[in-house]
C-alpha cells in the first residue's frame, strides 16, 4: 500500500516556473517507479512524465519535453516536477502516481495522489 501527496501548486504568469513535489509513504513504495499525470476541465487524465526507481530512465509527454523535467529524492521518499516555461495551456490539476515498474505507472498506475493545482496566466 502506497499513499501519495502533492503540493506546490500555484498560480503563475506565462514563462514562470513552479515546482511540485509528492511525498510518498507505505511499504511497498521502495522500489517503484513514479510518474505525473494532469487533468485539465472537461479532458481527460494525460501522462507528463515518469522516472524509474533508480532515476536512470525517465519518460515524457511531447507537450512538456524541453520544458519540465522530472526527478526523485529516494532518501526523502519525494517525487519532483520542475516546470519551466510555463504556458496557459499547462493549467490543470496534477498528480502524481507510482507502480512497480516504469511501464506500469504510463499505462496502468496502481496508486494516485489528491492533486495539486496549476493556473498558467496570460
Known amino acids: 500500500q502506497v499513499q501519495l501527496v502533492e503540493s506546490g501548486g500555484g498560480l503563475v504568469q506565462a514563462g514562470g516556473s513552479l515546482r511540485l513535489s509528492c511525498a510518498a509513504s507505505?511499504?511497498?513504495?521502495?522500489?517503484?517507479?513514479m510518474g505525473w499525470f494532469s487533468q485539465a476541465p472537461g479532458k481527460e487524465r494525460e501522462f507528463v512524465a515518469a522516472?524509474?526507481?533508480?532515476?536512470?530512465?525517465?519518460q515524457y509527454a511531447d507537450s512538456v519535453k524541453g520544458r519540465f523535467t522530472i526527478s526523485r529524492d529516494n532518501a526523502k521518499n519525494t517525487l519532483y516536477l520542475q516546470m519551466n516555461s510555463l504556458k496557459p495551456e499547462d493549467t490543470a490539476v496534477y498528480y502524481c502516481?507510482?507502480?512497480?515498474?516504469?511501464?506500469?505507472?504510463?499505462?496502468?498506475?496502481?496508486?494516485w495522489g489528491q492533486g495539486t493545482q496549476v493556473t498558467v496566466s496570460s
Open positions: 507505505g511499504r511497498t513504495s521502495s522500489g517503484y517507479a
Open positions: 502516481a507510482a507502480a512497480p515498474n516504469l511501464a506500469l505507472v504510463v499505462h496502468q498506475a496502481l496508486y
Open positions: 522516472i524509474s526507481w533508480g532515476s536512470s530512465t525517465t
